[in-house]
């Protein structure tokens, strides 16, 4: 197993684990630019990109190269390797969607030139250039919309709620909620992102599969099942909803359970419950 990372939003720490295993070999290389393994290669899942509202303005650059140029180079890799190739790409092709929920033939309400769209068409390019290569080439492309996702080795400054909420709800800071909170987000633990992801490239179709969590809830709600789960005495305050932040989030997943016979088996409290032990050891704090 070959992993490749530029580390710019990663950490040698995720892979520690694995460092002493013969089989695996880490390469911190920047899939924007192009990419030889030696050998031969079964299956290149392209999982490469920022995705953190709060990387959106840092490294918007980067974020549109490796959705376009990163994902041709690793198309490329799969072309000439006779692999499978998996893209992971993301809930946000269907921007602030005004159908609900999100079935994958849904076209999106994206915004391409607002402070999302290097991620949003980044990926949406993504998705383009994965086709194209499967018409065009015959490579044995998968696509996965991932929908909101959290768990294990998030950074703490992440950014996105489910840090935030942890990071706020331990230290004792107010927790932040945006807008009146009644947006929804609908949160899959990362055990079942994995299965999901294992699904999509064992499955037979090439076309898009949603990947997410049928559990929605407002961010108000969830502000408060955080403060509730830590046992925190932090205040919950408002502050302004960012742009073109959506207001509803959660997948039609009626593909993935048919087709492939996949859905999340992991409620948001047991998720909730395994998070807060994990931002605990990752904050080294204590309730």
């Given amino acids: 197993m070959v992993a490749v990372d530029n580390l710019v939003t990663g950490s040698r720490a995720n892979v520690a684990h694995l460092v002493d295993n013969a089989a695996f070999t880490l390469l911190e290389r920047d899939v924007s630019q ?18 953190s509202p709060i990387d959106f303005p ?31 790409s993301t809930s946000e092709v269907y921007g602030d969607p005004l159908v609900h929920p999100q079935p994958e033939s849904y076209w999106g309400n994206v915004n391409p030139i607002g402070p999302r769209g290097c991620y949003d ?10 086709m194209a290569y ?27 709620v489910i840090p935030n909420y942890f990071r706020q709800a331990l230290t004792g800071e107010p927790m932040t909620v945006y807008g009146d909170g009644s947006q929804t987000r609908s949160l899959c633990h990362v055990d079942d992102l994995v299965t999901g992801a294992l699904a999509v490239l064992d499955g037979p179709d090439p076309m898009p ?44 997943t009626t593909r993935a359970r048919e087709i492939l016979g996949w859905e999340p088996t992991i409620s948001m409290e047991e998720g909730l419950a395994r998070a807060c032990d994990y931002f605990e050891s990752a904050l080294s704090v204590k309730r």
Avoid: W
């Avoid at 990926?123 to 383009?128: G, L």
């Fill in 209 to 252: 599969f949603n990947i997410g969590s049928q559990e929605e809830v407002t961010m108000l709600e969830l502000a408060t099942i955080v403060k509730r789960v830590t046992g925190s005495s932090s205040e919950i305050v408002f502050g302004p909803l960012p742009e073109d932040d959506p207001k509803q989030r959660r997948p039609d």
């Fill in 134 to 160: 499967n018409r065009a080439h015959g490579v044995d492309t998968r696509i996965m919309r991932i929908f909101n996702t959290y768990g294990s080795r998030m950074r703490t400054d992440d950014g996105r």
């Fill in 34 to 51: 192009p990419l030889q393994i030696d050998g031969p290669v079964d299956f290149v899942l392209h999982f490469a990109s920022p995705a």
């Fill in 121 to 130: 068409e980044a990926k949406r390019c993504a998705e383009a250039f994965t």
């Fill in 58 to 88: 840092s490294m918007p650059i980067q974020i549109v190269k490796v959705g376009t140029l990163g994902t041709y180079h690793m198309l490329g890799l799969a072309l000439a390797k006779g692999a499978a190739f998996l893209l992971a």
